[in-house]
């Protein structure tokens, strides 16, 4: 589990190795995440858009970027939650993923960035 606070909103993320999958003759290996986001904050908040980099042990950077999260846009008020899970494919099984979220603060209507803090997306069976 990693954390990391940005503008009183702390992001945790844990991950899991779910398996491999065969997709065009080709091996995956496939991660889920796990996302909280916590608003510490004493405004009201919008979470707008995602912006992941992707990376694996064979030096493959993916950019992923779009709008919410699994077609979300949570607004969070003060003390507020919002959690949920997605996933990831890797052609290796070590990589880490990192990232931020664009949101909006409805006091001032200004957006701003928060944080996303690198985990890592790991095979459990894999150690140094």
Same mark, same amino acid.
């Given at each position: 589990?990693?954390? #990391?606070?940005?503008?009183?909103?702390?992001?945790?993320?844990?991950?899991?190795?779910?398996?491999? *999958? /065969?997709?065009?003759?080709?091996?995956?290996?496939?991660?889920?995440?796990?996302?909280? @986001?916590?608003? #510490?904050?004493?405004?009201?908040?919008?979470?707008?858009?995602?912006?992941?980099?992707? !990376?694996?042990?064979?030096?493959?950077?993916?950019?992923?970027?779009? *709008?919410?999260?699994?077609?979300?846009? &949570?607004?969070?008020?003060?003390?507020?939650?919002?959690? /949920?899970?997605?996933?990831? !494919?890797?052609?290796?099984?070590?990589?880490?993923?990192?990232?931020?979220?664009?949101?909006?603060? !409805?006091?001032?209507?200004?957006?701003?960035?928060?944080? @996303? &803090?690198?985990? #890592?997306?790991?095979? *459990?069976?894999?150690?140094?």
């Amino acid at each position: 589990m990693v954390q #990391q606070v940005t503008n009183g909103i702390k992001i945790t993320v844990t991950s899991n190795f779910e398996g491999t *999958s /065969y997709r065009n003759y080709k091996l995956y290996y496939a991660f889920t995440y796990r996302v909280t @986001i916590e608003n #510490q904050s004493n405004e009201t908040v919008q979470l707008l858009a995602r912006h992941w980099k992707i !990376f694996d042990s064979l030096n493959n950077t993916e950019i992923v970027e779009g *709008s919410g999260v699994i077609g979300e846009k &949570p607004i969070l008020k003060p003390a507020q939650i919002h959690t /949920y899970t997605s996933n990831c !494919f890797l052609t290796s099984p070590i990589g880490a993923m990192s990232g931020f979220y664009n949101m909006v603060n !409805f006091a001032t209507t200004k957006i701003f960035k928060v944080n @996303i &803090p690198t985990f #890592q997306l790991m095979v *459990s069976n894999i150690h140094n």
